[in-house]
């Protein structure tokens, strides 16, 4: 499956962003797919994740509450809603995905659980 992440941009601190990352390829509703984020010098981080049907999610404890995703499998679309922005927000996100077969049965926070990616979208966040 091939990613692309898209809707990126600058916002002010308390504004809000949407993200979507669309795939094409294999038939989408056979992956999880989870939001990562990096800043220079920093690790990809997990930011959340969402189950095949769209009705498992997981945020990380910085996002919990501010972001919500959500996923259309008819339009093969993963979307991040981000709300309440603050300047640690800010970073190149990135749309992964992994194969259910493949996955377990616990929420994976690791980049090397995912094997296909996005080319990332900047989000910078002003005070």
């Known amino acids: 499956v091939q990613l692309q992440a898209s809707g990126g941009g600058f916002a002010e601190a308390g504004g809000s962003l949407r993200l979507s990352c669309a795939a094409s390829?294999?038939?989408?509703?056979?992956?999880?797919v989870a939001w990562f984020r990096q800043t220079p010098g920093l690790e990809r981080e997990f930011v959340t994740g969402?189950?095949?049907?769209?009705?498992?999610?997981t945020y990380s404890d910085s996002v919990k509450g501010r972001f919500t995703v959500s996923r259309d499998n008819a339009k093969n679309t993963v979307y991040l809603q981000m709300n309440s922005l603050k300047p640690d927000d800010t970073g190149v996100y990135y749309c992964?995905?992994?194969?259910?077969?493949?996955?377990?049965?616990?929420?994976?926070?690791?980049?090397?659980?995912?094997?296909?990616w996005g080319q990332g979208t900047q989000v910078t966040v002003s005070s």
């Open positions: 390829g294999r038939r989408f509703s056979n992956y999880n």
């Open positions: 992964a995905a992994a194969p259910l077969e493949s996955y377990g049965s616990n929420w994976q926070r690791e980049p090397n659980a995912y094997d296909f």
């Open positions: 969402i189950g095949w049907s769209g009705r498992s999610k």
